[in-house]
């Protein structure tokens, strides 16, 4: 088993409702260990570099309003398969696709206010973790 890092984001409408403490308990409960951790706005612009993947899908200009409407907790987790592990805690995007248990399902409320993002793949991981993080930053 390979020891991976993976980037997490506690998604403005869960920091707004007081989860950050939840969310992250399951995480450290499933084996991740958080390297590093910020609380955080986006501004509007970085909302968009963060996103620019989608640029061209229709929920785009929606996804950098939302996630530059209030803070963010950012966080590099670390473990085995830290990124099938991530997405396997968070559950299907659509909370209510999501299994039991999942973050998304007990905290998500909608597909765009589902509580968490992580990484979907290394490299995408690697993108992702310097776009928040400096190396010293992450232990």
């Known amino acids: 088993m390979a020891i991976e890092r993976t980037l997490s984001i506690v998604k403005p409408d869960a ?12 995480f450290e409960a499933a084996g991740l260990r958080i390297a590093a951790g910020k609380l ?7 909302a968009q570099a963060f996103y620019a993947v989608h640029k061209a899908r229709p929920f785009f200009q929606g996804l950098c309003e939302y996630m530059s409407s209030g803070a963010i907790f950012v966080s590099v987790l670390e473990g085995e398969n830290a990124i099938a592990r991530n997405r396997e805690v968070m559950g299907a995007t659509d909370p209510a696709k999501a299994a039991p248990g999942t973050i998304r399902k007990e905290f998500g409320q909608d597909i765009e206010q589902n509580a968490v993002h992580g990484s979907d793949a290394p490299e995408t991981a690697a993108m992702e ?11």
């Open 15 to 26: 920091v707004g409702r007081n989860l950050i403490g939840e969310i992250l308990r399951k």
């Open 129 to 139: 973790i310097a776009f928040f993080f400096k190396p010293d930053e992450i232990l």
């Open 40 to 46: 955080l706005r986006l501004t509007p612009e970085r």
